[in-house]
Structures are given as C-alpha cells and as structure tokens.
C-alpha cells in the first residue's frame, strides 16, 4: 500500500505546532499502524530529519500508553481497540490519513503526537485506590460476591487509562475514566467501605484540573477501546450526588 | 451538601433538576392547550382562572426562574466545556457512532427555544397576563383588549401561516432538545443502568413527541379552521 500522512508536528509544548504531508510506500496491510509509523520514522532518521514521537509502550492493547486522533477518530475507525491494535488492512491504497494527538487543554501536547497524561495520575492519587493493606491473596470464596457484581466491577477495571474518552469528547471530561475506576472499586466489598470519599475527592480532583462537564452525549464510550459503558456514570453520580448530600 | 453545587456533577444536577420542572410545566401548559380545540369557551374560562390572581402569579415567578436558572447554567457549562475543550481543534473530525446528533447541539437548540419563547411571551403573555398587571379594567377596555380571550388569540395569530411555521420550527427545536434532554437528566440524577439505558432514552423520544404533537396540534386545528371561511368547520 501506498499512503499519504498528515502528521502534527509541534517542537515542544509551547511552540506552534502544523501538519506536515509525508508518503509512505510498499506498506503491507498486516502491518500494525504503528509499526508503519515506525517504518516512516525509520526513512526520516535515514533522511537525516527529525522522527515522528509518539506515544507508546506494550503494544497488545493493555498498557494505555498509545494515543492518536486518526482520521477523526480517537484510536482509529476500527471499534474497541487501542491503535497499537489497529492494522494498515483497514485502510486503502492510495488513502490519505490525518494523524493528530489528543485534544484537551488538560493533555498539553510535549512534541508532535505525544501529550501530557499525567493528570490522569493525579485524579487516581486523589483516591483511585483502597487505603489499607488488604492482606495477601484471599481464599476464592472468603467473601462472597454476586457475580453480577464481579462482572460489572471487571468490565470497569478493564479502563487503561488511554485518555481516548477526554480526546473525543466535546466538553473534555474525564467522566468516563473516573466512573471506570470509581466502580471497579465500588462493586468489590474492600472497596465499597471507601466509596463515598473516593467519589468525592476523585471528582474534586478532576474539576480542580479543569475537565468539562459530561453532557451524556456517549461519544466517549463509542471511543473507548474497552468499550466502557456510561452506565458507570451514571453510577459515579449516584456515589457523588448520595455522598454530597449525606454530608 | 458542602460545595456541592461548585461541582461540575452539581451544576448539571442543577440542569437536569430545572430541565425536569420545565418538562412537568410543559407537560401541564400542553394539556391546557388542547382543552381550545375542544371547546373554546372552556379554554377561556381556564384564561380567565389563570389571570393575573396570586396563585397564578407566584407560579409564574417559580417558572420563570426554573427556566432562568436553567439558561444560566446552560451558558456557565457551556463555556466551561468550551475551555476544557482547548483553543486548538482537530482538523478531521468525525462522528463516533451511536452520538445523537441532538447531544452534541444542546446549547444551539437552546437559542432557538431562548428566541422562540421571547416571541411566544410577546405573543400571548404579554397581551393576557401583563396587560391584566400593568392597566385598570378600564384602560384594557378602551384599548379593545380582551385578555381572558385567550382563544380569540391563538385563532388570530394560526391564522397567519408564518407565524404557523415559526411556531412549528420552535416546537421542532424542542423536540430534538428533549429526545436527549429528558433521559439525559435521568442520566445525571443517576437513575440509569445499563438495562434501563435504552427504555429511558425511549421514554425520552415518546415524552418529546408527546410535547411535539400536543402543542403543534393547536397551531395545525387553528390554521385549518381559519382556512373555512365563515366558521362552517366550528
Ligand atoms: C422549555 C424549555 C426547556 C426544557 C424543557 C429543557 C429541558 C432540558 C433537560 C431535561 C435537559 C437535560 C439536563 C441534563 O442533561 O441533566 C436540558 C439540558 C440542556 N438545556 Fe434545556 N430545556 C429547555 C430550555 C433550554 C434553554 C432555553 C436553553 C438555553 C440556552 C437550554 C440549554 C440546555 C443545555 C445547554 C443543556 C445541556 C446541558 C447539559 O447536558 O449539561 N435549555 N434541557
Ligand atoms: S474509559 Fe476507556 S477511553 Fe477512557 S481512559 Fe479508560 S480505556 Fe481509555
Ligand atoms: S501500546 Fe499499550 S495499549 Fe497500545
């Protein structure tokens, strides 16, 4: 496959940043979109330019680390998948392909495709845990728990942290991200008994770093690669609301 | 209940709240309404009850600010997504799937029901419960007002059919506000999950059409009997 690329270039975070129009040629549709990027970076070193950044870490759909806005789409037109996951075959030969990082004045860019996650980090220090030492591993059925519960908590858990959920959505709010880890905790007994606090600061912490204001519009869960559903939301406003109105 | 309503989920709260009490006021003007297709006199002895009495006033303040406070706070979220959003764009932007096109216009589809209601409370309130407020019977009779002839209102202005399609587009703006507006506040409040999701958000389009029908039902029967010359159609 031959292709064009529109990439966002940007030196560093306070320089102005544009697109520049690269062609990539004899690229197989089995190639991973990142390895493709790696090929194009490969051919810039050789031209003695400076190599796209992007971010990236394990590569099989785990760590989160991978972003990209590509062709309008956060993690590529291909559904619940990081773009590490995304292969050349969902595009066409002689396609023209946008490539810009998220968008979000709480992810400022560092350079080109690659932007500042760490207030997602900042949000999960606020409470995103559970305060105890809860011990060694368990016996499987010490504590009992629906497996309704287990299921909604493990679907939540599955939330790597991307950021794809703020990227899309219009309003820039991480309610997705902080429902994911505010239920994964909240359906699971060792984390329920904090369940309160950690609404409250979790959230506390997401508006103090300058977050929007969700909307329900679900473009984030259509985005997000572990197909997170906003029901969780729902669940983070009823922990929130409840816990506000309590004290 | 501490801050509260500085937080970003308190704000909305704020918006689904008042958006739920216009919704119920809606739902109650709209039944008022559809009594002037059915018997005219009836619908002005209802002009006449809810004229400028008390009761009838203090509803209107309590209404009035549940729709200021809502338009306050649409303006305030707003402009803070704006700014959470970012100054720079993306150049390709698409859709996701799913995304009803009305979630992302809110604020738009708010302007419209914003200018809209300027025209309607110019329309009928000002001529039925402000001239009953600021003038002495006497003077609204020397002007040739009749503001508890609310029917003879709404049968002038459906006769004209600009003012039928302006009213007609106002109530279609309200439609598409309330398809995501109604389950969205559900959505808020927290009254949501996974399975309840799509009932709500059909409950959502049902109540939205309901609003849509009943009051354009009005402007529809008002231009066609205005249509038949010498009232043969009453
Ligand atoms: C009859 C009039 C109206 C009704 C019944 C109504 C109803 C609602 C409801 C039920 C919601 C959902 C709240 C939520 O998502 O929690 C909403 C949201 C919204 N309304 Fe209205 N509304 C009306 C007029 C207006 C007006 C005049 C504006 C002004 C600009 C406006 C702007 C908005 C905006 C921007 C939202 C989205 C806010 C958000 O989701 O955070 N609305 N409305
Ligand atoms: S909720 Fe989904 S999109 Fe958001 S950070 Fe987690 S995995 Fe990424
Ligand atoms: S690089 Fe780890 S999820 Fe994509």
């Excluded at chain 1, 950044?53 to 990209?68: A, K, N, Q």
């Excluded at chain 1, 500042?116 to 845990?129: C, S």
């Excluded at chain 2, 009035?64 to 406070?69: D, E, H, M, N, P």
């Excluded at chain 2, 009213?167 to 279609?172: E, G, Q, S």
Aim: aromatic content about 10%; hydrophobic content about 45%.
């Amino acid at each position: 496959m031959n292709l064009t690329l529109k990439i966002w270039r940007q030196k560093d975070a306070k320089a102005k940043g544009g697109f520049e129009t690269y062609k990539v040629e004899n690229i197989s549709p089995d190639t991973s979109f990142l390895e493709m990027l790696d090929i194009l970076n490969n051919n810039l070193i050789h031209e003695g330019k400076d190599p796209v950044v992007f971010d990236h870490d394990c590569r099989e759909g785990i760590c989160g680390m991978c972003s990209l806005h590509i062709n309008g789409h956060a993690h590529g037109p291909d559904e619940d998948i990081t773009t590490c996951q995304l292969h050349m075959r969902k595009f066409k030969d002689g396609d023209t392909i946008t490539i810009e990082p998220w968008r979000s004045n709480a992810f400022p860019v560092i350079k080109d495709l690659a932007v500042d996650r760490g207030a997602f980090d900042k949000i999960l220090q606020a409470g995103g845990f559970i305060s105890i030492n809860t011990g060694g591993v368990q016996d499987a059925n010490a504590i009992p728990i629906p497996k309704k519960d287990a299921d909604e908590s493990m679907d939540a858990a599955a939330c790597n942290g991307c950021g794809a959920c703020v990227a899309t959505c219009k309003n820039g709010s991480a309610m997705l991200f902080v429902a994911a880890r505010v239920s994964s905790l909240a359906k699971l007994p060792q984390g329920r008994v904090e369940g309160a606090r950690r609404a409250k600061s979790m959230v506390a912490k997401m508006d103090e770093l300058g977050f929007g204001n969700c909307t329900n519009t679900g473009a984030c869960e259509a985005e997000c690669p572990k197909g997170i559903s906003i029901a969780h939301i729902a669940r983070l406003n009823r922990e929130f609301l409840s816990a506000k109105l309590k004290d | 209940m501490s801050n509260l309503f500085t937080s970003s989920i308190g704000k909305k709260l704020i918006m689904s709240i008042t958006g739920l009490f216009l919704v119920l006021f809606l739902l109650f003007h709209m039944c008022m309404n559809l009594v002037a297709i059915f018997s005219q006199e009836a619908y002005n002895m209802i002009c006449a009850f809810l004229g400028a009495n008390w009761y009838a006033l203090a509803a209107t303040v309590v209404l009035a600010a549940g729709a200021v406070i809502h338009i306050i706070y649409a303006f305030i979220l707003t402009i803070l997504n704006r700014r959470a959003r970012g100054k720079q764009r993306y150049a390709v932007e698409a859709t996701p799937k799913g995304v009803e096109w009305a979630s992302q216009n809110m604020f738009v589809l708010g302007l419209i029901i914003v200018v809209g209601l300027v025209l309607h409370l110019w329309n009928f309130w000002y001529n039925m419960q402000f001239v009953e407020l600021a003038y002495s019977h006497a003077e609204i009779e020397a002007l040739g007002l009749e503001p508890t002839n609310g029917a003879a209102l709404i049968a002038g202005l459906f006769s004209n059919p600009v003012y039928c399609i302006v009213y007609l587009v106002w109530l279609a703006a309200l439609w598409f506000h309330l398809t995501h507006g109604f389950w969205s506040a559900f959505q808020t409040i927290g009254w949501d999950n996974q399975i309840w999701r799509p009932r709500v958000m059909c409950i959502s389009n049902i109540v939205a059409t309901i609003i849509f029908l009943g009051f354009a039902a009005v402007v529809v029967y008002f231009y066609a009997i205005s249509l038949c010359p010498g009232g043969v159609c009453y």
